[in-house]
């Protein structure tokens, strides 16, 4: 019943920044963590970060650590992910995507709804 709703996509010269955003609607509980993935041609499902609703704690693949920063607006009910120094292998398309077990972060399966993905290019 919740509806995750992805924007901010497109194309960008390695080194440069891109932001994200995830607007988040219907059956929705502050219990919940919210969490970004990827995918890229012929690669599988891929975590990135999550962030719990309610405290704000943070989780990153060792992969972005250091470079993307998740973060949520809760009057807003928007979760975005600030992405820099963007390389050309963080091309995929990105998904949005609410857990609501709570259990684990860094894999796919607790996570039961999904946005529809936004293309994020990085060219060399």
């Known amino acids: 019943q919740v509806q995750l709703v992805e924007s901010g996509g497109g194309l960008v010269q390695a080194g440069g920044s891109l932001g994200l955003s995830c607007a988040v609607s219907g059956r929705f509980f502050i219990t919940y963590a919210m969490g970004w993935f990827r995918q890229a041609p012929g690669k599988e499902r891929d975590f990135v970060a999550a962030i719990t609703w309610s405290g704000g704690y943070t989780y990153y693949a060792d992969s972005v650590k250091g470079r993307f920063a998740i973060s949520r607006d809760k009057a807003k009910n928007t979760v975005y992910l600030q992405m820099n120094s963007l390389k050309p292998e963080d091309t995929a398309v990105y998904y949005c995507?609410?857990?609501?077990?709570?259990?684990?972060?860094?894999?796919?399966?607790?996570?039961?709804?999904w946005g529809q993905g936004t293309q994020v290019t990085v060219s060399s």
């Open positions: 995507a609410a857990n609501p077990s709570g259990r684990s972060y860094s894999t796919a399966a607790p996570y039961d709804y």
